[in-house]
């Protein structure tokens, strides 16, 4: 059974950090691309980051760049989004997703709120 389970969202004050983990299970982790999406209400959902199965190539979108840190942990099966100097528009339920060539997977989400 295929599992990504998002974990360490909350609530955070503008200049504030979280570090969000995204557990795997139920496939080949290493072999998969990995994805930090966001989603709000009314939007659609936006690309913040991607790892390569290496580890070596990572992108960022430009509203994260310089703040923004993605990496993963192929023994722990495990993606992880470093986010600092968080602002009130980063606010956002957080997916993780595993892509390798037509077959994808998405996780739940965990919820980001940065206010004051």
């Known amino acids: 059974q295929v599992q990504l389970v998002e974990s360490g969202g909350g609530l955070v004050q503008p200049g504030g950090s979280l570090r969000l983990s995204c557990a795997a299970s139920g496939f080949t982790f290493s072999t998969y691309v990995m994805k930090w999406y966001r989603q709000t209400p009314g939007k659609d959902r936006e690309l913040v980051a991607s790892?390569?199965?290496?580890?070596?190539?990572?992108t960022y979108a430009t509203f994260v760049k310089g703040r923004f840190t993605i990496s993963k942990d192929d023994a722990m099966n495990t993606v992880y989004l470093q986010m600092n100097n968080l602002k009130p528009e980063d606010t956002a339920m957080y997916l993780c997703?595993?892509?390798?060539?037509?077959?994808?997977?998405w996780g739940q989400g965990t919820q980001v709120t940065v206010s004051s």
């Open positions: 997703n595993a892509r390798r060539t037509s077959i994808e997977y």
């Open positions: 790892i390569s199965t290496g580890g070596t190539i990572k």
